[in-house]
């Protein structure tokens, strides 16, 4: 139990983050970046194996992450600070002339964590992929995880590698996606059309999780479960809300891309609990 | 003639040969086709080494992504197919997952060009090179037979970072050394000459050999640089070879907005203008034909060649 309420901490920190991040660039993409704040702090401090100390691009003996859906720098920018790969001080510079806080991540600026540049959708299950295919050839046991968006998931690429990574048995690789149903454009299950990707990828021969995305608990089994997943890569389906702990940016497409105003930053934050100290 | 062709042999066949030859030397060599293992010639290298090998199914854009997640791990991935769908179809891929993230892949690029024949035009790209050269941390290697295009696939084994390496389908004039060392970014005179400077690169060398061979009966003295490495450009051989000659021909197998013909013009204009004459398939799409009749209707055979070099000169 204290683990999860430590994880509920943290996450609520990460989602002051974002919103006093977004603010201050004044551009960014709040409403996913919160959607995926629980599954990423999950996914880095309580199942990942890393250490920021000693990481390289090359991922030796270490696991590692790539973020398929690029938009959502600013959670992963904050889960990143966080855990130690970069000072906090440094999410203030998200978005300005010069940062290794790109608007979408890249590696060129030599921010540390950062494996692949993303932002342009569906190619990151690729990449990881391929680091796993990589791992498995050192034999090192370490696992890939990459998030995905379910917009995303229109991506035709999404499928290449869908049935790549199936027919070639990657059973450390997994995937989380977000399935918060909004799009800039509207509703993924109207503007792309599909409602659930599970069946999709369970005939493409994924191992296929389903989880409360906001349920701390409940992640963490889907973690576990996934681990012990032999012969088949595992998607992890995590149903979430867009803009989850903001009152006003739930449930809608509308803050996919746009940042609060100061007064609404104001508001966001008094529902979201200051836990680490903010940067 | 200094140079004898030892016999027809495709440029693909090099790549095969090439690729087998890096993985024995180097354990972090690995292959990766899209559905085209023979059309590459990767056979040996996969009846070698079966587990570095990656099937990857007709998704190009998938495979360039696992070859990028490869390369972080330290392997040396080349990633094959015919060259219209390793550059065209996966643009966006190769500029975000390698040229942006600067990762060490190897784009093996086949039936590149017209001379790729019956197919026709959807699989006969004339732009690759254009889309490859824009790319940031891009090498690009266009090699002219089968002999230089084995050496330049161990080359670009041994080179850290992204490389693009072009090749093509039909049996060639196989003319350079077979055990020649392949610098990358060094281009290569083939003919040494003072009237004309003949720039060319891939197939178009062996044609440009010809001109200058027709062009010697002629009493013109041409200058053959054979641009294996399109990017970096080399042109410091390139300013002391129109020093010396006074004019340009550029040819290639490739349309003209932003081939090599663009390239060396770039450099001229800034440094040392002279005239320049270009040779290649302009701007249009290709059709079904035999190789030879193919590179005789666009205007990119040794008599084109030689054509192109007499008005060079005659602009002087």
New interface residues.
């Given amino acids: 139990m204290a683990q999860v309420e430590n994880l509920q901490k943290i996450a609520s920190q990460v989602r002051r983050d974002i919103i006093r991040m977004v603010t201050a660039a004044g551009s960014g993409h709040p409403g996913g970046s919160l959607s995926s704040a629980d599954i990423m702090t999950v996914l880095f401090n309580a199942v990942m194996d890393h250490d920021p100390k000693t990481w390289t691009r090359s991922a030796k003996n270490q696991d590692a992450f790539i973020l398929s859906a690029g938009h959502l720098g600013p959670v992963y920018y904050s889960i990143l600070s966080r855990c130690g790969y970069f000072p906090t001080e440094e999410m203030a510079t998200l978005r300005k002339f010069g940062t290794r806080l790109q608007g979408h991540p890249c590696t060129e600026k030599g921010l540390p964590g950062i494996f692949q540049p993303s932002g342009s959708l569906g190619q990151g299950l690729s990449a990881a992929a391929g680091i796993a295919l990589g791992k498995k050839l050192d034999k090192d046991p370490h696992y890939v995880y990459t998030l995905l968006g379910d917009g995303e998931c229109e991506e035709g690429q999404i499928w290449e590698a869908a049935i790549f990574a199936a027919n070639h048995h990657i059973d450390n690789l997994i995937a989380i996606q977000d399935h918060n149903n909004q799009q800039i454009d509207g509703q993924v299950s109207n503007v792309g059309g599909v409602t659930t990707y599970g069946p999709i990828f369970e005939a493409c021969g994924w191992n296929v999780i389903t989880v409360d995305g906001h349920d701390i608990e409940a992640l963490l089994a889907a973690f576990a479960a996934a681990k012990k997943c032999q012969g088949k890569p595992t998607v992890i389906i995590a149903e979430t809300v867009m803009g989850k702990g903001v009152d006003f940016m739930e449930g809608t497409c509308k803050w996919h891309g746009k940042t609060p105003s100061e007064e609404q930053a104001q508001q966001a934050l008094a529902q979201l609990e200051e836990t680490l100290g903010d940067y | 003639m200094k140079y004898t062709d030892t016999g027809k042999k495709d440029t693909r066949g090099g790549f095969g040969a090439g690729l087998y030859e890096a993985a024995v030397k180097n354990p972090n060599v ?1 292959g990766l086709t899209a559905d085209l293992t023979g059309s590459l010639k990767m056979e040996k290298f996969v009846e070698a080494y079966p ?2 090998f ?1 099937q ?2 007709i ?1 190009e ?15 040396i ?1 080349f990633a094959g197919s015919f060259a219209e769908f390793v550059t065209g179809r996966v643009y ?2 190769i ?3 390698v040229a ?4 060490n892949v190897k784009i093996a690029s086949s039936h590149a060009g017209i001379t790729l024949g019956e197919d026709g035009a959807t699989h006969q790209t004339m732009e690759d090179i254009a889309l490859m050269r824009a790319l940031p941390n891009m090498v690009v290697i266009n090699p002219c037979d089968f002999n230089q295009t084995k050496a330049a696939t161990i080359a670009a084994a041994e080179y850290v970072g992204p490389v693009y390496l072009r090749f093509g389908r039909p049996g060639v004039p196989n003319f350079t050394p077979e055990d020649q060392k392949f610098e990358i970014g060094k281009a290569i005179v083939m003919e040494e000459g003072k009237d004309v400077s003949i720039i060319c690169t891939g197939h178009l060398v062996w044609e440009s050999l010809k001109a200058a061979d027709i062009l010697a009966e002629e009493g013109i003295k041409a200058e053959v640089i054979d641009i294996a490495t399109i990017k970096p450009l080399d042109t410091e051989a390139i300013l002391a070879s129109v020093k010396k000659c006074g004019c340009v021909v550029v040819a290639e197998e490739h349309n003209n907005a932003g081939g090599l013909g663009e390239a060396v013009c770039g450099v001229l204009a800034t440094t040392a203008p002279a005239p320049v004459e270009l040779v290649n398939g302009g701007d249009g799409f290709g059709q079904s034909g035999a190789p030879a009749e193919l590179l005789k209707a666009y205007g990119l055979d040794a008599e084109h060649v030689a054509a192109a070099a007499r008005k060079a000169i005659a602009r002087k």
């Fill in positions: 690995v587990e570095r990656y990857c199914g998704g854009a998938n495979m360039i992504g696992v070859a990028a997640g490869m390369a972080l791990t330290g392997k991935p966006d891929q500029r975000q997952e942006y993230g600067n990762t």
